[in-house]
């Protein structure tokens, strides 16, 4: 079975643009959590879907936003970009049938310029 | 507040050594705990996980890890570190409620393997 796939794997960006992220949970998995890592530090919730629905948010700004597909894939947004959104973009998806054991992708390495 | 204290940033061992990693939360509700480990330019991987029941969690690659309530604390150990083992580690709690929940990370530890 294929793991969390997420896409691109790696892109550039110029402050001020728009950038959309994707990822697709594992087969079965109707939850989906996308967390950001910059270097050196561990990663921080941004978001969570269910079944569509937002099931939480982090704290960050109204710049960020996701959604989840019918498919149960997710896209996350970023507008106006800012130098400090440089960073790893992770995506995991769980089940409750999977015990909760998120997993993850191998991220999106997001650098800003 | 929920946090999440990895004490030590980077650590060294050398191959065939003993490991533990330490880790310590703070969290008002019954916590669901993990390790997760991350290799350079990677993902992160589930090493284990504790929900409830046996105190003492097996999990891959040989680790294991120990809840102790009184003390906050989710050390992860290995009894022989392998040079592969060389990676950053995460200590993370969570609650998780019907098909919610989010995790808290630590900053992580650097484990370093020597020769």
């Known amino acids: 079975d294929a793991g969390v796939t997420q896409s691109p794997t790696h892109l550039i960006k110029t402050r001020g643009q728009h950038v959309t992220l994707r990822c697709s949970p594992i087969?079965?998995?109707?939850?989906v959590s996308w967390y950001q890592q910059v270097l050196g530090q561990g990663p921080q919730f941004i978001f969570q879907y269910y079944e569509k629905e937002e099931r939480g948010r982090g704290n960050f700004p109204d710049r960020f936003s996701a959604r989840q597909f019918p498919n149960y894939s997710s896209e996350l947004n970023v507008n106006a970009l800012l130098l400090g959104d440089s960073a790893l973009y992770l995506c995991a998806s769980s089940s409750p049938t999977a015990n909760y054991g998120y997993t993850f992708g191998s991220g999106t390495r997001l650098t800003v310029v | 507040a929920q946090s999440v204290t990895q004490p030590d940033i980077h650590i060294t061992v050398s191959e065939g050594a003993s490991l533990e990693l330490r880790c310590n939360y703070s969290y008002g509700a019954t916590p669901y705990l993990f390790w997760y480990v991350q290799s350079p330019g990677q993902g992160l991987q589930l090493l284990l996980k504790y929900f409830s029941g046996d105190t003492l969690v097996q999990g891959i690659k040989g680790f294991e890890a120990e809840f102790k309530r009184s003390q906050s604390s989710f050390n992860l150990r290995k009894p022989s570190v392998h040079w592969s083992d060389a990676a950053e580690y995460f200590c993370a709690v969570g609650a998780l409620s019907g098909n919610t929940g989010k995790l808290i990370f630590g900053q992580g530890t650097t484990l370093q393997v020597k020769p």
């Open positions: 087969s079965g998995h109707k939850s």
